[in-house]
């Protein structure tokens, strides 16, 4: 068996640097984001188009873990990469594959200079809170939101 490997899907302009992997990324970002629209390439692509990047842990031919994250300046923080989506494939969870993408994040943003990783999870995520906590992260802060009546 191959070695687990952290991939980069997206190119640093945000281009699909490699579409097999977007591809076989779907099923594990499904897991935590069952809503998003039939034709994922083309919303992916409309992300990565606004800034947003993504890697996965590939192992063999199989992806065990994505994270979608993006670079953001702010007044309060600085320069923070923020994680918009981490989830390690349901079936494989607690083998290291989350860890290792978490560190791969950490190091990125170290590399692009950043002050800050950063992310939201639900409230209802309370096992991805144990992770984060371990992972050295703190809630500081609360995030409100609204929807905007259309």
């Not at 997206?10 to 069952?34: F, I, K, S």
């Not at 992300?47 to 994505?66: I, Y």
Request: proline share 4%; aromatic share 10%.
């Amino acid at each position: 068996m191959a070695l687990p490997e952290v991939v980069e899907v997206t190119g640093p302009g945000g281009e699909v640097a490699a579409p097999e992997w977007l591809a076989r990324a779907e099923g594990v970002h499904r897991q935590l984001r069952p809503d998003l629209p039939a034709d994922y390439a083309a919303r992916l692509r409309a992300v990565f188009a606004n800034g947003g990047r993504m890697a996965a842990v590939t192992e063999g031919e199989d992806v065990r873990a994505v994270a979608l994250w993006r670079l953001i300046e702010n007044t309060y923080e600085g320069r923070r990469l923020y994680v918009d989506d981490l989830v390690t494939d349901a079936a494989q969870r607690s083998q290291g594959f989350g860890k290792m993408l978490f560190d791969w994040l950490q190091a990125k943003a170290l590399q692009l200079g950043c002050d800050v990783i950063a992310l939201d999870s639900g409230v209802q995520r309370a096992g991805a809170h144990k992770f984060y906590f371990r992972e050295g992260m703190h809630v500081p802060s609360f995030c409100f939101r609204k929807v905007i009546d259309k």
